[in-house]
């Protein structure tokens, strides 16, 4: 009699990360869980991981929560070794409150999310040019915030400072203040006003040597931007650091967003539905990525102040009685569009992946 070949059984794991260990859980296609393991966060502990999910079947997949941050170096090594990764996030705040919070709950909701179609969008890859931009980009925002906290002692300063010093520097702009105050020459520390010109002199030196520090990561990202996305910065409002925020959103592998209404989603320029019985409206999405969000809002600020095509439809929309926020809104939500688009033109390297799928 002949047998059945047996159907080899196929399994979806998830991962919750943590800075030094991951809990990883494994379950079938009927969502009953075969097993829940601890393994070290590190290319060994990785590959341990990998080796026990495929003990249990074949992997369709893998859901992992963060993998934007302590998740980061699993998901590289399960793409590396052919595993489809999918982004989970954070549990279910009213899960959570019935079952409970612990690391082997969220390992399976993680597998869960995966298996059933809840999490199905790919992580960013990482591989590339955008990924280099989110690193310098990182680097940059800390020197702007530092370089303003300097700024900012610099004025406190110059406040409170005696009143003949405080006369040579009071109409004096930050770079001037700062360009002064590095020559200066403090005397006896007992007396306040040489202690002020002291504190002056070693705030403006570090202003500086931000300010220059800013200047080189610039020169460092524009010409990463140019190549990653040419078609972007030939539109209306859109510079280099305003493209930088857009990638960075984007990710090296744009083809994981669907479509165009997914992008304006992920930068929180989507229309959230509210309606309930006889009202039907919609409110601001406040979700997504918030500088994201905020490079919109650039880009729409610009283009009303300089776009005739755009000061057209304010003029047309305040007719119809829309108040300004409202035209920002709908402002933002065609900016979306017009740079997804571009994003999957085939001219653009960040979107060949794009045009193919397509």
């Known amino acids: 009699m002949t047998k059945m070949p047996e159907r080899t059984r196929v399994v979806t794991g998830g991962v919750d990360t943590h800075a030094e260990l991951h809990v990883a859980a494994v379950i079938d296609e009927v969502g ?18 990998l080796g026990w999910m495929r003990s249990f079947g074949e992997l369709a997949n893998v859901g992992v929560e963060g993998t934007g941050s302590y998740g980061a170096g699993l998901d590289r090594y399960l793409s590396a070794h052919g595993v489809q990764v999918v982004e989970v996030v954070r549990p279910n705040r009213q899960k959570r409150r019935r079952r409970g919070k612990s690391d082997p709950l969220d390992a399976e909701e993680a597998a869960r999310a995966a298996l059933n179609g809840e999490a199905s969008g790919a992580s960013k890859a990482k591989t590339g040019a955008v990924e280099s931009l989110r690193a310098l980009r990182v680097a940059r925002r800390g020197a702007v915030k530092a370089r303003t906290q300097a700024a900012n002692s610099i004025t406190a300063l ?42 002056l002199r070693s705030i403006a030196y570090r202003y500086r040597q931000l300010d220059a520090e800013i200047t080189e990561l610039d020169k460092a990202m524009e010409p990463l931007v140019v190549a990653s996305a040419p078609a972007m910065l030939t539109k209306p409002g859109v510079g280099p650091r305003v493209a930088t925020a857009l990638l960075v959103t984007a990710g090296d592998n744009p083809e994981r967003m669907r479509s165009e ?89 960040a979107g060949a992946g794009l045009a193919r799928a397509a």
Request: a positive charge; proline letters at 3%; hydrophobic letters at 35%.
């Open 32 to 49: 009953r869980v075969l097993g829940i393991e601890s393994f070290e966060a590190s290319t060994w502990g990785y590959g341990r991981l």
């Open 158 to 199: 110059v406040v409170c400072a005696p009143e003949d010093l405080r006369s040579r520097l009071a109409g004096l702009s930050t770079d001037e203040r700062a360009a002064l105050a590095a020559r200066f020459r403090p005397g006896d520390l007992t007396d306040p006003g040489e202690a002020t010109k002291a504190a």
């Open 261 to 349: 209404a997914g992008f304006a989603a992920l930068c929180g320029a989507s229309p959230v539905d509210a309606s309930s019985g006889k009202h039907a409206r919609h409110r601001l999405n406040r979700g997504g990525d918030r500088e994201a969000n905020s490079a919109l809002w650039r880009i729409v600020q610009t283009r009303m102040r300089c776009d005739a095509r755009t000061q057209a439809y304010v003029e047309r929309r305040t007719k119809e009685g829309k108040t300004k926020a409202e035209i920002v809104r709908c402002l933002k939500r065609y900016v979306a569009r017009e740079i997804y688009k571009t994003l999957v033109s085939a001219g653009t390297p």
